[in-house]
């Protein structure tokens, strides 16, 4: 199993930034993909970006232009950065990681970070 420890979550007002990070550990594994969900009250859980292992990264449609997914230069920490954030934004953002060990995928999730976006 790989280990997730997110971090950067708060409560900002509207307009405002914030910069969400997951970190993985563990031994002898490889990353194929990570990517950023996030889930608000009463809403199903929902795809923010992703990034592979060779930096492409992909968007929601509704949020491209506003957040950018990024990878550390280690490639097993990955970035989430919010800027303008509107109230609709809040959630608690969750970390998805796809690794390998040998031939076999594994997916594993973060604990989740709350994002409150104030009007």
């Known amino acids: 199993q790989v280990q997730l420890v997110e971090s950067g979550g708060g409560l900002v007002q509207a307009g405002g930034s914030l910069r969400l990070s997951c970190a993985a550990s563990?031994?002898?594994?490889?990353?194929?993909?990570m990517a950023w969900y996030r889930q608000a009250p009463g809403k199903q859980r929902e795809l923010v970006a992703g990034?592979?292992?060779?930096?492409?990264?992909n968007y929601a449609d509704s949020l491209k232009g506003r957040f950018t997914i990024s990878r550390g230069n280690a490639k097993n920490t990955m970035y989430l950065q919010m800027n303008d954030l509107k109230p609709e934004d809040t959630a608690v953002y969750y970390c998805?990681?796809?690794?390998?060990?040998?031939?076999?995928?594994?997916?594993?999730w973060g604990q989740g970070t709350q994002v409150t976006v104030s009007s």
């Open positions: 990034i592979t292992s060779s930096d492409n990264t």
């Open positions: 998805n990681v796809r690794w390998k060990r040998g031939i076999v995928e594994y997916v594993d």
């Open positions: 563990g031994n002898g594994f490889s990353i194929n993909y």
